[in-house]
Nanobody, 129 residues
Framework: VHVEESGGGLVQPGGSLRLSCAVS????????IGWFRQAPGKEREGVSC????????YYVDDVKGRFTISRDNAKNTVYLQMSSLKPEDTAVYYC???????????????????????WGQGTQVTVIS
């Protein structure tokens, strides 16, 4: 399985960006695809995830109402639409594919570490005036 993020960039506060996570290679069964981020000097934290079997979505409190995760099955791509961006959203954003669905959900919602999964290389998001 290969995971590749794209769509990062430089944006002003209040602006929007859409990140893409393209998943390729053989993967079967149920799994979750999540977005995590890591700011300089901080621990990696969960942002959002979506399950493949029922498309349930989960968000960390800080991004609720501002970020939306979605999936295009035909393209095997997950998107993270980010709006009303703040300087504190500045981070490298990573996408992860994990068959441990419950672990992924808990990592996003409760901030527990992700012990498994296939990760992408990340894409930089910078929010600055």
């Amino acid at each position: 399985v290969h995971v590749e993020e794209s769509g990062g960039g430089l944006v002003q506060p209040g602006g929007s960006l859409r990140l893409s996570c393209a998943v390729s290679g053989f993967i079967s069964g149920r799994y979750a695809i999540g977005w995590f981020r890591q700011a300089p000097g901080k621990e990696r934290e969960g942002v959002s995830c979506i399950t493949t079997y029922d498309h349930s979505t989960y968000y960390v409190d800080d991004v609720k109402g501002r970020f939306t995760i979605s999936r295009d099955n035909a393209k095997n791509t997950v998107y993270l639409q980010m709006s009303s961006l703040k300087p504190e959203d500045t981070a490298v954003y990573y996408c992860v594919v994990d068959v441990n669905i419950a672990d992924t959900i808990v990592a996003v919602v409760a901030g527990t570490p992700m012990a498994h999964g296939t990760w992408g290389q990340g894409t930089q998001v910078t929010v600055i005036s």
